[in-house]
C-alpha cells in the first residue's frame, strides 16, 4: 500500500491586509511585530488603497504605522487567533484600527460600513434601496447588515438632508461572502467609498498567474490536487517499476 503524507500547511499564522485612509502625500507602511520579529506587511500604500491579505504569526502583535523613511507615526496592540481574518486601518487622526473580518453564510452576503472620513461628520450609507449604515460617524464601524446577492449602487448621503456625497455603481456581492465599505477623504482628498471582500486578496492590476486565491490557508483544494498528483505520479512509478521486473524475469 502506498501511503502519502498530508501536505503541509501554514500553521500559527493569521491573515491581516493594510488599508491606508489617511490623506497623505505620499505612501504609508504598516509593520508588525510578534516575539520580538518584526516585518512589514505587505507594500508601502497611499491615500485610499487597500493590500492584499499577509501571514503574520498568530500571538500578542503591536501594529506601527511607519512612513517610509522610518518614522513611527501609530501602534495599536492585537491579539491575533491563528487561521483569523483581520484589516488595519490607517485613521488620519494617527491611530490605527484592527478589525476582525467575518463571512456570511448560506446563499446571504454581509457588508459592514466603516467611516474614515475625519470632517464629513455623520453618514448614511445605503447598498440599492437597503440602509446598511445610518447615522455612523468618524471612527464608528457598523453591524454587518445581511443583503442579498447581486450587484447595486452603493451612496454616501448627509443625513440631516439626504444629499449626496458619494456613490459607487455596480458593487457585486456574491452569495456566502462579506464586505467592508470604507467610506474616505475630506483634508484635501475627494469623498469616495471603497468596497472591498472581506478574507479575500484586494484586486491590483492584471490579473495574478500562478497559485492565485488557491494560495490562500482558507482552501484545501490546492492540497487536495498536489496530494492526488502526487499519488499518481507513485503509483505509475512502482507500476513501471514492476513492469521492468517481469520482463527482466522473462528473459
Known amino acids: 500500500m502506498l501511503l502519502v503524507p498530508p501536505a503541509a500547511s501554514a500553521k500559527d499564522d493569521a491573515k491581516v491586509r493594510f488599508v491606508q485612509t489617511v490623506p497623505a502625500p505620499g505612501a504609508l507602511e504598516l509593520h508588525a511585530t510578534e516575539g520580538g520579529i518584526s516585518a512589514r506587511v505587505g507594500h508601502p500604500l497611499g491615500f485610499s488603497r487597500v ?3 499577509e501571514a503574520v504569526p498568530a500571538g500578542n502583535v503591536t501594529f506601527e504605522l511607519r512612513e517610509p523613511e522610518g518614522g513611527s507615526i501609530a501602534e495599536a496592540h492585537e491579539q491575533l487567533n491563528d487561521g483569523a481574518h483581520y484589516t488595519v486601518v490607517a485613521m488620519s487622526n494617527k491611530q490605527l484600527m484592527v478589525l476582525g473580518d467575518g463571512r456570511a453564510e448560506g446563499g446571504t452576503s454581509r457588508m459592514r ?8 461628520g455623520a453618514v448614511d450609507v445605503k447598498l440599492g434601496d437597503q440602509t446598511v449604515a445610518k447615522a455612523i460617524d468618524f471612527g464608528d464601524v457598523s453591524p454587518s447588515t445581511k443583503v442579498g446577492p447581486g450587484a447595486y449602487a452603493l ?6 438632508d439626504g444629499s449626496m456625497l458619494a456613490t459607487r455603481g455596480a ?3 456574491t452569495a456566502g461572502t462579506s464586505s467592508t465599505a470604507f467610506v474616505v ?9 471603497l468596497v472591498a471582500d472581506d478574507r479575500a486578496a484586494a484586486p491590483k492590476g492584471a490579473p495574478q498567474t500562478g497559485l492565485g486565491g488557491l494560495a490562500d490557508g482558507d482552501s484545501p483544494v490546492l492540497l487536495a490536487l498536489l496530494a492526488g498528483f502526487l499519488a499518481a505520479l507513485a503509483g505509475a512509478a512502482a507500476y ?7 520482463r527482466r524475469g522473462g528473459l
Do not use: H
Open 155 to 160: 451612496t454616501v448621503t448627509n443625513p440631516s
Open 240 to 246: 513501471l517499476a514492476l513492469t521492468t521486473r517481469s
Open 185 to 193: 477623504g475630506t483634508a484635501g482628498e475627494p469623498i469616495d467609498v
Open 113 to 120: 460600513v466603516l467611516n474614515t472620513a475625519p470632517e464629513l
Open 51 to 53: 493590500g492584499n491579505y
Open 171 to 173: 458593487v457585486t456581492l
